[in-house]
């Protein structure tokens, strides 16, 4: 696009350079100077990256470099907070780790057609698979968002439907508080108006089996895409999508929703074919308290969800030994209360709890805890420095626990 008008002025700078020559130029030399310093210039702009957009189109790319620094007083728990992963007895041998993989890049176009707007969106971030912290630290880009938006549907990946993103406390840590629901998934949805400040979500998302089962008289991790001897494309898992209803209420800064997921769940005909339905439901809101103040909470409670509670990987259904599909039930709850002291300095302190109700193993997880307390500071715009303790804790069905603290900050550059 920029060499095309470069092209266009082109003639026209050549014109007026030369008609403006008298005024300007004492010489033929100056004058012959001043064209070729404007050819130059040409030139220049014509060698210039561009970008070829739509008619219509608008492009705004975004996204933030962040580094962490993290110390784990107690057992080491990788770059985020991991509760599932606490190993009971374990050493304390945690100590200094920095990292740079919540670093994310994203770019989204805005359309305007002639039946509304139109707009898609792409982030990716760096949790894929860990580089190598050794030399090069080449950690891989993930996929977090890819998807459209027109007229109320929205098709592509982005935030489950069942998910109260607008409730999602603010910490430092990646992770966050447990017992929330957390997932970014393929979806089809339709959003409508259903009342002053009420908003209705209905949606299709992949549904993923994330369980476990007995194999070969042992328990096992088992799903379409977790590996094993049942896994792939013609496992038999997944069926069927997962069905999400939504509402949202929200009037100035007080909001309110609820959310309802319904799932096929089944297991291979290798493993006895036994299918259940699954469910679950989400209440979510947010209200100022004070002056500055402000609680998020969210509820989580169903039979067959797990996968969609953070730390519930894993907590869908157990295939017992004779194929029978059990499904698991499991709630969640997260609180968050926070202050602005300033436009400039914020803290938080959330609570987070996820309890397991039905168990098959003394060494199954029965609940867990998470505290964090969070400070940020914006020292100017587009620049947040953060501070954070957090507590953690596993606790097993046979009674006992292991808990874990961190002291993580960070520096956050946004464009």
């Known amino acids: 696009m920029k060499r095309h008008v470069a092209m266009a002025l082109a003639p026209s700078a050549l014109l007026v350079a030369i008609h403006a020559a008298p005024a300007f130029a004492e010489s033929d030399a100056e004058l012959k100077q001043q064209v070729r310093a404007l050819t130059e210039r040409v030139n220049e702009l ?48 945690g100590g200094f780790d920095a990292h740079v993989r919540q670093t994310r890049l994203n770019f989204r176009t805005d359309t305007q057609t002639d039946k509304g707007p139109l707009t898609t969106f ?13 030399q090069s ?37 990646f992770q966050g508080p447990s017992g929330i629901p957390f997932i970014r998934q393929a979806q089809l949805r339709y959003t409508f108006p259903a009342g002053k400040g009420l908003d209705v979500s209905v949606a299709l998302e992949n549904g993923e089996f994330s369980g476990r089962g007995v194999v070969g008289g042992a328990t096992v991790p088992i799903g379409e895409t977790i590996g094993g001897a049942f896994s792939g494309n013609n496992s038999d898992f997944d069926q069927s999508p997962d069905l999400v209803l ?20 089944e297991a291979p005909r290798q493993m006895g074919g036994d299918s259940d339905t699954g469910w679950g439901i989400n209440i979510a809101g947010g209200a100022p308290l004070w002056a500055g103040g402000r609680i998020v909470g969210s509820f989580t409670y169903g039979d067959g969800v797990g ?42 302190l959330s609570y987070g709890f996820y309890s397991v109700e039905d168990t098959f193993a003394p060494t199954d997880s029965d609940q867990h805890q998470t505290v964090h307390a969070s ?5 100017v715009d587009r620049m947040t420095v953060g501070a954070e303790l957090s507590w953690v804790e596993r606790e097993l069905v046979s009674g006992a626990s292991e808990d874990a603290t961190r002291l993580q900050t960070s520096v956050q550059f946004s464009f």
């Open 137 to 173: 630290s080449s950690h891989r880009p993930r996929l977090r968002h890819a998807y459209g938006r027109w007229n109320g549907w929205t098709a592509g990946q982005t935030w489950t439907t069942f998910m109260p993103i607008e409730a999602y406390p603010s910490t430092v840590d």
């Open 46 to 93: 014509e060698d210039r990256g561009h970008v070829n957009l739509p008619a219509g189109t608008t492009l705004t790319f975004g996204g933030y470099t962040k580094l962490d620094l993290i110390y784990d007083f107690d057992q080491g728990q990788g770059d985020t907070t991991f509760v599932p992963g606490l190993v009971i007895g374990a050493p304390d041998g």
């Open 307 to 348: 996968r969609y509670i953070i730390d519930g990987a894993g907590q869908d259904a157990f295939v017992d030994a004779t194929g029978r599909l059990n499904t698991i039930e499991s709630y969640g709850a997260t609180a968050q209360v926070s202050h602005d002291f300033s436009d400039k300095v914020t803290a938080g």
């Open 122 to 134: 792409v982030e990716i971030d760096f949790f894929g698979t860990r580089g190598n912290d050794v």
């Open 375 to 379: 400070i940020f500071y914006k020292p």
């Open 246 to 265: 939504a509402a949202k209420w929200q009037q100035d800064d007080t909001l309110l929703r609820g959310a309802l997921v319904l799932r096929d769940l």
